[in-house]
């Protein structure tokens, strides 16, 4: 799958050095899910200066709530998380063309291709 270049991040200028809000889906132990779209966990970082200040996980249920309703209805329940949560920059290791074209249209950076630790993956994307 080609992903539309305004999809993959080069951020301000200031990357690394001013506070970003960045999110991840997450596994129990910590490491990257390679989902996104059917993530259950996802984890929130405030990242400033390189190191994560905070770092919070939310139950999002959406391997169960995917199939559920229409697929705008999915992509409209993820938006309402970017949006209550700030999202600043999404980090993941896979995500669909439709949710790629949601994000691009979001105008929210996105680094692909994540995977392992999910905090080392967060820090990655902040530089």
């Known amino acids: ?19 970003m809000i960045l999110c991840v889906p ?14 259950d966990r996802i984890a929130v970082a405030d990242v400033i200066e390189g190191e994560i ?11 169960r709530l995917h199939d559920e309703g229409t697929p705008g209805s999915h992509h409209a329940r993820v938006v309402r998380f970017l949006r209550e949560h700030h999202i600043e920059t999404v980090v993941a290791n896979h995500i669909g063309d439709g949710m790629v074209r949601m994000l691009a249209t979001m105008s929210l950076p996105t680094h692909l291709d994540a995977a392992g630790d999910a905090r080392a993956a967060v820090l990655t994307a902040a530089q």
């Open 1 to 19: 799958m080609a992903i539309p270049a305004a999809v993959h991040a080069v951020g301000a200028t200031t990357k690394g050095l001013s506070p």
């Open 26 to 39: 997450v596994t129990s132990d910590g490491q990257v899910d390679p989902r996104w779209g059917k993530a």
């Open 53 to 63: 200040k905070a770092w919070h996980e939310f139950e999002v249920s959406w391997s």
